[in-house]
T-cell receptor, first 114, second 115 residues
Framework: AQKITQTQPGMFVQEKEAVTLDCTYD???????LFWYKQPSSGEMIFLIY??????QNATEGRYSLNFQKARKSANLVISASQLGDSAMYFC???????????FGAGTRLTVKP | DAGVTQSPTHLIKTRGQQVTLRCSPK?????VSWYQQALGQGPQFIFQ???????QRGNFPDRFSGHQFPNYSSELNVNALLLGDSALYLC??????????????FGPGTRLTVL
């Protein structure tokens, strides 16, 4: 069963505007972690932000914030003030309980227009 | 602070051959995970090594094997290569604490092409 769903294969955003990348997940565990990674064309996966299932506040890291809606099982990434360097693939991922494997979604390709 | 390093960067092999990929974890990390990323897809978990033992394995055949050394570095071996093994192989390291809160940091990957 698909654990992580990213429904937007591609997104476009104007430079300096904000953009939201969608992610929904499926788990029966109470304890889990949600992660967002950025993958530029070079291939390296760059960690952006983490949200734990018990965290009551949405995570923020600089221009990145995670809109965590536990009841809806969604963990959307918000990028504020987009920059040309933000153009990349973005992956949502989840680790459940004591599991050691991280499940990834199919990714969203973000293109920032000047 | 050295990040995760992988070698080689690119590799071309023919069907039936064997390949070894190498990974050095981020300084202070003790756990190494390997992922396979086919073109246009998200990474798929192969296995994780901790304390020189395979701790968990994904849905990959026994042709995929690994090893972790006392200095925490790791190798991924793939035997009897198939065309379908062509992919980007990503190594990720983490510090083992509570499991689901551990952030994995990735290396630049090794792009394997099987002809």
């Amino acid at each position: 069963a698909q654990k992580i769903t990213q429904t937007q294969p591609g997104m476009f955003v104007q430079e300096k505007e904000a953009v939201t990348l969608d992610c929904t997940y499926d788990t029966s565990d109470q304890s889990y972690g949600l992660f967002w990674y950025k993958q530029p064309s070079s291939g390296e996966m760059i960690f952006l932000i983490y949200q734990g299932s018990y965290d009551e506040q949405n995570a923020t890291e600089g221009r990145y914030s995670l809109n965590f809606q536990k009841a809806r099982k969604s963990a959307n990434l918000v990028i504020s003030a987009s920059q040309l360097g933000d153009s990349a693939m973005y992956f949502c991922a989840m680790r459940e309980g004591r599991s050691n494997d991280m499940r990834f979604g199919a990714g969203t390709r973000l293109t920032v227009k000047p | 602070d050295a990040g995760v390093t992988q070698s080689p960067t690119h590799l071309i092999k023919t069907r039936g051959q064997q390949v070894t990929l190498r990974c050095s974890p981020k300084s202070g990390h003790d756990t190494v995970s390997w992922y396979q990323q086919a073109l246009g897809q998200g990474p798929q978990f192969i296995f994780q090594y901790y304390e020189e033992e395979e701790r968990q394995r994904g849905n990959f055949p026994d042709r995929f094997s690994g090893h972790q050394f006392p200095n925490y570095s790791s190798e991924l071996n793939v035997n009897a290569l198939l065309l379908g093994d062509s992919a980007l192989y990503l190594c990720a390291s983490s510090l083992d604490t509570t499991g689901y809160t551990d952030t994995q940091y990735f290396g630049p990957g090794t792009r394997l092409t099987v002809l």
